[in-house]
């Protein structure tokens, strides 16, 4: 691997996140973790508060998504020194993973896919699907998303990951060995015995309800879009006209003021409808660091790609644990507890090759 010399201020930057204070004990089985995790983190002043137009836009800025110029952007990115490159700062990391186990976990809309406006058809490339094989080859991997997580195995089809889906509501296991990456038969021949946690499950009739009910109603609006994601929904305001956009989060709130036990999230140009579990992408690395046999280990580097506000969860967590990097996947700086950035999907895809690369002997 060629060795880079960071700059100094980068190397400032990234080294807060990576002290290791004793992490946190673990007790219990598996299974048994997961339900005292949801159980603990009950949140039941969850009410939707605020302007949600106003939280709408700011979260889907339209400059954002729409810049002219993409040399301005990646000049913007090149100066985003509080969060480096972690392909230019490639050895910054590496460094700080040596001699550690590495574990990734990786979003899926806008880091292993790019976004499109139809959520039906964000596929993701051979090229992505060889990376992310290569990385499971030698790393413990999972894909952590807010879509369902059969939806997701159906982009993604390796059994050999762990997936979280519905933000990290419904995880399974790796469904057949690393040398394995063809057939979801045997995905779904062992879909039993290897779900390893569904904190929401209880909720589950509540939510089917509140998806006929928003069904019935959104499709008023032009563009809108509800998908069903097991445990939690999302209201798809992607292709709204921005005119209509208070409208929409009206109509999603007239639906949910008679379940008390659904609250209202939000991500990139969608409305998240979850249970009032205090459980997201945060809880699932927790969770899945615990089912590795990491959580009491000091020699762990986890590495968390996201690109959304829902992923600054799990960033935090890893800035808690005092392990591993967060990586936002964005062209603009955004306020971010992640470690360090990539621009886009095809910066994700270099990165995982650096990755396996840097550990082949």
Same mark, same amino acid.
């Given at each position: 691997?060629?060795?880079? %010399?960071?700059?100094?201020?980068?190397?400032?930057?990234? !080294?807060?996140?990576?002290?290791?204070?004793?992490?946190?004990?673990?007790?219990?089985?598996?299974?048994?973790? @997961?339900?005292?995790?949801?159980?603990?983190?009950?949140?039941?002043?969850?009410?939707?508060?605020?302007?949600?137009?106003?939280?709408?836009?700011?979260?889907?800025?339209?400059?954002?998504?729409? +810049?002219? %110029?993409?040399?301005?952007?990646?000049?913007?990115?090149?100066?985003?020194?509080?969060?480096?490159?972690?392909?230019?700062?490639?050895?910054?990391?590496?460094?700080?993973?040596?001699?550690?186990?590495?574990?990734?976990? *990786?979003?899926?809309?806008? &880091?292993?896919?790019?976004?499109?406006?139809?959520?039906? #058809?964000?596929?993701?490339?051979?090229?992505?699907?060889?990376?992310?094989?290569?990385?499971?080859?030698?790393?413990? &991997?999972?894909?952590?998303?807010?879509? @369902?997580?059969?939806?997701?195995?159906?982009?993604?089809?390796?059994?050999?990951?762990?997936?979280?889906? !519905?933000?990290?509501?419904?995880? #399974?296991?790796? &469904? +057949?060995?690393? $040398? $394995?990456?063809?057939?979801?038969?045997?995905?779904?021949?062992?879909?039993?015995?290897?779900?390893? @946690?569904?904190? +929401?499950?209880?909720?589950?009739?509540?939510?089917?309800?509140?998806?006929?009910?928003?069904?019935?109603?959104?499709?008023?609006?032009?563009?809108?879009?509800?998908?069903? $994601?097991?445990? @939690?929904? =999302?209201?798809?305001?992607?292709?709204?006209?921005?005119?209509?956009?208070?409208?929409?989060?009206?109509?999603?709130?007239?639906?949910?003021?008679?379940?008390?036990?659904?609250?209202?999230?939000?991500?990139?140009?969608?409305?998240?409808?979850?249970?009032?579990?205090?459980?997201?992408?945060? $809880?699932?690395?927790?969770?899945?660091?615990? !089912?590795?046999?990491?959580?009491?280990?000091?020699?762990?580097?986890?590495?968390?790609?996201?690109?959304?506000?829902?992923?600054?969860?799990?960033? #935090?967590?890893?800035?808690?644990?005092?392990?591993?990097?967060?990586?936002?996947? =964005?062209?603009?700086?955004?306020?971010?507890?992640?470690?360090?950035? *990539?621009?886009?999907?095809?910066?994700?895809?270099?990165?995982?090759?650096?990755?396996?690369?840097?550990?082949?002997?």
């Amino acid at each position: 691997m060629t060795k880079l %010399v960071p700059e100094a201020d980068a190397v400032v930057a990234a !080294s807060r996140h990576f002290s290791f204070p004793p992490p946190r004990t673990a007790s219990g089985g598996v299974v048994e973790s @997961c339900r005292k995790m949801a159980a603990a983190q009950i949140d039941l002043g969850a009410a939707v508060t605020g302007s949600w137009l106003d939280s709408m836009k700011a979260s889907s800025p339209r400059h954002r998504l729409m +810049a002219p %110029v993409v040399g301005a952007a990646d000049a913007e990115h090149d100066d985003w020194m509080r969060h480096p490159s972690a392909l230019s700062r490639f050895d910054l990391l590496a460094s700080a993973a040596k001699g550690k186990q590495i574990a990734v976990f *990786l979003d899926y809309d806008g &880091t292993l896919s790019p976004i499109v406006e139809d959520p039906d #058809r964000a596929v993701m490339t051979d090229e992505m699907r060889d990376a992310v094989r290569g990385v499971a080859a030698r790393f413990p &991997t999972a894909i952590v998303s807010g879509r @369902c997580r059969d939806k997701v195995f159906g982009f993604v089809r390796l059994a050999e990951l762990y997936y979280a889906g !519905s933000h990290g509501m419904d995880i #399974r296991g790796p &469904t +057949a060995h690393a $040398n $394995n990456h063809h057939g979801s038969s045997k995905q779904q021949e062992h879909e039993g015995e290897s779900v390893l @946690c569904q904190p +929401a499950r209880e909720f589950l009739p509540m939510i089917e309800e509140v998806r006929g009910l928003l069904e019935a109603k959104v499709p008023a609006i032009p563009g809108a879009k509800v998908e069903d $994601n097991k445990f @939690c929904l =999302s209201v798809h305001f992607r292709c709204v006209d921005e005119k209509r956009w208070g409208a929409l989060a009206e109509q999603v709130r007239s639906v949910l003021k008679d379940y008390p036990k659904l609250r209202l999230t939000q991500g990139r140009k969608v409305l998240e409808i979850r249970p009032v579990i205090k459980w997201d992408k945060g $809880n699932a690395l927790d969770f899945l660091l615990h !089912s590795l046999g990491y959580a009491d280990r000091s020699d762990v580097f986890p590495i968390y790609i996201g690109d959304d506000r829902t992923d600054e969860d799990a960033f #935090r967590v890893l800035r808690g644990r005092g392990q591993g990097a967060g990586i936002l996947v =964005s062209r603009f700086p955004k306020d971010t507890a992640a470690s360090f950035s *990539l621009r886009d999907p095809a910066e994700v895809k270099d990165f995982l090759h650096s990755l396996v690369e840097s550990t082949t002997t």
